[in-house]
């Protein structure tokens, strides 16, 4: 257990010690709050849509997030690099405490992220259904902060170095983000593209998180939060069982 | 005396390319045992071996009577250790890193903090144990990292060319720490160098490794005996000639590059 803090503290230590990481990580999703959001605002209300900045909003969270749990997961490639990777590999804990630990902090920083990012989307005009739900938000966001972490720790610990990076934020997790339906929804969309994103593990994130800020939920509350728990569990125990493996 | 590091018939392959070939040797608990070799002869490998990081492809191993294979968890228990290469947080403060471990290897917080300011006052970093490591110099990581490796009191201590890039004054300070912890407290020491004189003065036994295969085991007096030399550097060069080695980077070390050269452009 001890392990497991330790690790996770440390998670912390280094984002909150790097103030270019946290600024740096934040204009991805603003760029895409300002340019989508305002951009194609009038569209929407024309189209009959309501207000699309609070469409969008929950989706812009949920981005940053994403990259950022991600992002989290492939630090273990900078750790290897680095040497730290080998030092917590030969110490006396187990690897899943190790990873757990990881996983946890990664989530945590990439939890904060969100929460900046949601600030942020409250400025630019960004409101809230008063709801019952409301803090379900909190939950949902978590999900996709741990969810993610995994995915992120089974990249980290699959590659051995960063040439494959641009791959995986090119040909995975764009497309996450892209058909995840946090910029536009499902209706309309050809069925394919439809059906990419009911299998998109971040759809349901994505949804759960919209609902519980407008009463909305495109899914349904109970998928979302089964899916969500079901996916985070599986994919905590994906991300361990692949660091479990790593050699150096 | 009772061996506490046992290698028999060990093997290990990366593809096609044989780094270890057939090894065996033992070390008798409470001795300093050097492993000696030219670059790329297989003595990293052996280590990560040992240590747990890295599976053989054939072979037997004990570690202080366990196998590192399938009984991590008591071989890790059994060792400390200082690598090859960096291993040291470099976002983190000296006692941050010295703190980690203590965690990592469940050493109780009062003892934590005392052997952390004793062994940084040892090391000579004291004074500078709250700044980051990124700003240490090659010579106070080093520092750092066998002040680390000697926080929890292992039974095995792996050395994988601890005093690299140390100057003499350091080295002898650390050696005779060494020393001294192997004669009062029974520690086994596992260590590589490529400084010949240094492995003379310290190790009780040595074996030299080359291309995977041991070519020579004794004490250094016996080596240079065996080979009519008059030092330890001249036995090594008899028995492993004068050949340069090239060595292989791996993807690991090209990304060490590449971080080393991406971080020198962005951040200072």
Redesign the interface.
């Known amino acids: 257990m ?2 497991i ?3 996770c503290l ?1 998670q912390l ?2 984002y909150f ?2 103030p270019a990481r946290i600024i740096g990580s934040l204009g991805q999703p603003i760029l895409f709050l300002v340019a989508l959001g305002f951009g194609l605002k009038a569209m929407f209300a024309r189209a009959g849509q309501g207000n699309y900045i609070n469409f969008l909003s929950p989706g812009i969270v949920s981005m940053a997030i994403l990259f950022n749990a991600v992002f989290s997961g492939i630090e273990i ?2 750790d ?5 990777l ?9 690897r899943l405490e190790i990873v757990l630990g990881r996983m946890l902090g990664g989530a945590i920083v990439a939890f904060v992220q969100g929460l900046i990012v949601f600030a942020i989307c409250f400025l630019a005009g960004f409101r809230i259904v008063r709801s019952p739900y409301l803090p379900l938000a909190i939950f949902f966001m978590f999900m996709i902060s741990l969810l993610f972490a995994g995915i992120g720790t089974v990249f980290g610990s699959v590659l ?3 040439q494959g990076f641009p791959l995986i934020i090119n040909f995975i997790i764009m497309p996450i983000f892209f058909f995840s339906g946090a910029i536009f929804t499902a209706n309309g969309l050809p069925k394919a593209l439809q059906l990419l994103l009911r299998l998109n593990p971040l759809s349901y994130g994505v949804d759960g998180l919209r609902g519980a800020c407008s009463n909305v939920f495109a899914f349904g509350l109970a998928t979302d939060l089964g899916v969500s728990l079901v996916l985070t569990a599986a994919l905590l125990a994906i991300g361990s069982y692949f660091f479990s493996k790593i ?2 | 005396m009772s061996a506490i590091i046992e290698v028999h018939d060990l093997v290990k392959n990366y593809g096609g390319f044989c780094a270890v070939n057939h090894i065996s040797f033992s070390v008798p608990a409470g001795r300093i045992f050097g492993f000696l070799g030219p670059n790329g002869a297989g003595k990293t490998t052996t280590i990560k071996m040992l240590t747990t990081v890295l599976d053989p492809t054939s072979g037997k191993l004990l570690v202080n009577g366990f196998d590192p294979t399938h009984q991590e968890k008591q071989v890790r228990r059994s060792f400390g250790i200082v690598f090859q290469d960096p291993s040291l947080d470099e976002e983190l403060t000296a006692y941050e890193n010295m703190d980690l471990h203590g965690v990592l290897y469940g050493v109780p917080r009062g003892e934590r903090r005392k052997r952390t300011d004793d062994l940084l006052a040892f090391v000579g970093l004291a004074d500078r144990k709250n700044d980051y490591v990124k700003q240490y110099s090659g010579g106070m990581k080093r520092r750092l990292e066998v002040a680390r490796a000697l926080l929890h009191v292992p039974q095995i201590l792996f050395l994988d060319e601890p005093t690299l890039g140390l100057d003499p004054q350091t080295r002898n300070h650390i050696w005779s720490y060494i020393q001294r912890l192997s004669r009062e407290q029974n520690v086994t020491v596992f260590f590589t160098t490529h400084y010949m004189e240094e492995a003379d003065r310290v190790a009780d036994d040595v074996a030299v490794i080359d291309h995977g295969k041991i070519v020579a085991q004794g004490s250094p007096g016996e080596l240079k005996e065996r080979t009519k030399s008059a030092t330890l550097e001249d036995a090594f060069i008899t028995l492993t000639g004068h050949a340069i080695r090239e060595e292989e980077a791996n993807a690991v070390d090209r990304m060490r590059m590449m971080g080393r050269a991406w971080r020198g452009s962005g951040r200072r």
């Open positions: 001890k392990a803090y330790i690790l440390r230590k280094r010690r790097s490639i900078w290897r690099q680095f040497g730290f080998k030092e917590t590999l030969v110490a006396p804990v187990s051995q170095d960063m050699q150096l």
